[in-house]
């Protein structure tokens, strides 16, 4: 395998399926996994997934991908993406290039939803693509990495 991608859901997204089909769709959480695991496959790359519902598990986890060198960041904090600077100090924090991903358009949402304190912090956000956002989050990361050598 080539380079190793971390990528982190926030809040809520282990009820992907269950809540909210409408505007979350009808695909669970397992089914994202599937597509991630044979996505990044398909580019060379290893993927591992994280899912927290919790604010410090998932600045932990990003932490930790840090001392582990880990090549790129894939990342949807949930409702987190609105109001978590902690997410933002930690997603600056860490060398490697990030992607902020949105299942939906967040500036077509409620009022709260519209803002993104983390995405600053990262080098693109992809939205309102559903989970396929995460497939162009690994074609973003390679463009990047391509850039760089």
């Known amino acids: 395998m080539g380079r190793k991608i971390l990528v982190v859901n926030g809040p809520n997204l282990n009820f992907l399926g269950k809540r909210n089909p409408l505007i979350y769709g009808y695909d669970s959480y397992e089914d994202l996994l599937k597509l991630i695991a044979e996505q990044a496959e398909s580019r060379g790359l290893e993927a591992e997934c994280f899912q927290s519902n919790y604010e410090g598990a998932i600045i932990d986890r990003l932490q930790q991908a840090a001392e582990e060198k880990i090549d790129g960041v894939i990342i949807n904090p949930g409702a987190l993406t609105h109001y978590s ?23 077509n949402r409620e009022a709260f939803r519209r803002n993104s304190v983390t995405s600053p912090a990262c080098n693109a956000m992809i939205m309102r693509l559903g989970m396929d956002g995460y497939i162009a989050a690994m ?3 390679i463009e990047i990495w391509g850039e760089e050598e």
């Not at 600077?85 to 500036?107: G, R």
């Open 85 to 107: 600077y902690a997410i933002y100090d930690c997603l600056l924090d860490i060398p490697m290039p990030k992607i902020e991903v949105h299942l939906t358009d967040i500036y």
């Open 139 to 141: 074609d973003k990361l």
